[in-house]
């Protein structure tokens, strides 16, 4: 039985909360907040967890394995440090630090004192991008073209990054988890149209050594909340909507046929294409935050790979800092864009 403590219960937290509650192998022992309000409503739903105000008393606490760090990025290097100098095995809520400094720096400590750390990217354990995965690695697509992803819902409120640092992690780990590499260029814009100066509509393209493209798009500009990623390869397209049921989120498109290939000029025949024909893939049945969530135990107690480990988390954040300095350097202003071309990102 694995023994966890949970700092932050804000939007994100009681989410955590109730799939570490419900994981026969691990036991929630204490929830740590600030606001007397969010402990009151650990209370109310789960009389078994401990609440303090005081983070430190978790760290301290010798009966406590793993700590979740749920509490804004800023603090996220701070206290992630203190729990892996505690001994403390460290799951962090995505992005894993504010700068990629501190978040390489987790990696070495963690290595040296020998605990597990992983980071909340719970896209890799989304059944769509599962199956995507595997798709792909039985070669099915053959070689990958291009890769585009949209994602767009209303910021939230008060927020203290933009909209690249809130939404394009998860897209960002998505791509580094199907293609397994790391960008060489990026090309970045960004706007700020409704949010007093953070950026709320960016584009961002990225090209790999591969050869490989892809294309995100993030917004806060819309109350329509879209997840869409278009994977382009040799011998299909796979088009994955989130939003859509369980059913119907993932569909492979065939080629279809094409007689103006080749077509000669002595024939007397009409031109034209017709689509492929579509596989809609089945998918698996689970919660993704729950799959997270036992993934981590299991390392801990088996000493199992983990694809959202500190490594992967690191290097969106690597990524989340060049977009973001690429931007700034282009002098984005109100309802402008600006753009930078930058290589040898990896």
């Known amino acids: 039985m694995t023994s966890i403590g949970i700092i932050g219960c804000g939007y994100w937290g009681p989410n955590l909360v109730r799939n570490f509650h419900g994981l026969p192998k691990a036991r929630v022992q204490t929830v ?3 606001r007397p309000g969010r402990l009151e409503l650990i209370q109310e739903n789960y009389p078994d967890i401990e609440t303090t105000e005081d983070y430190r008393t978790i760290l301290d606490d ?10 804004p990025v800023t603090t996220h290097r701070e206290i992630a440090e203190h729990a892996l100098q505690a001994g403390k095995h460290v799951f962090i809520e995505k992005p894993m630090a504010h700068t990629a400094a501190d978040a390489w720096s987790l990696v070495d400590l963690a290595r040296t004192v020998g605990k597990v750390l992983a980071v909340g990217h719970i896209f890799q354990y989304a059944p769509g991008v599962r199956r995507i995965a595997r798709e792909i690695e039985a070669g099915r697509l053959g070689g990958i073209h291009h890769i585009t992803a949209t994602r767009i819902n209303p910021g939230p409120p008060k927020s203290t990054v933009d909209v690249i640092w809130d939404l394009a992690a998860h897209d960002l780990s998505i791509l580094l988890h199907l293609l397994g590499e790391m960008p060489d260029s990026i090309v970045a814009t960004g706007s700020s149209y409704q949010t007093g100066g953070l950026i709320d509509n960016a584009h961002i393209s990225l090209g790999f050594p591969s050869g490989a493209t892809a294309h995100v798009h993030v917004s806060w500009l819309s109350s329509n909340k879209t997840r869409l990623v278009q994977i382009f390869g040799d011998n299909a397209t796979i088009v994955y909507d989130e939003m859509l049921a369980l059913d119907g989120k993932v569909k492979m498109h065939d080629r279809g046929n094409d007689n103006r290939v080749n077509a000669s000029d002595t024939e007397a025949v009409h031109l034209g294409y017709s689509a492929g024909d579509i596989h809609i893939l089945q998918l698996e049945q689970h919660e993704p935050l729950r799959l997270e969530c036992a993934e981590f135990v ?17 290097r969106v954040v690597e990524l989340l800092e060049r977009i973001s300095a690429q931007i700034r350097i282009g002098g984005t202003t109100p309802g402008s864009t600006a753009g930078v071309v930058a290589s040898g990102v990896a």
């Open 32 to 34: 740590s907040d600030l």
């Open 298 to 314: 299991r390392a801990i107690t088996t000493g199992s790979a983990l694809s959202n480990d500190g490594v992967m988390g690191a």
């Open 62 to 71: 010798e009966r406590i394995d793993a700590v979740v760090v749920v509490t």
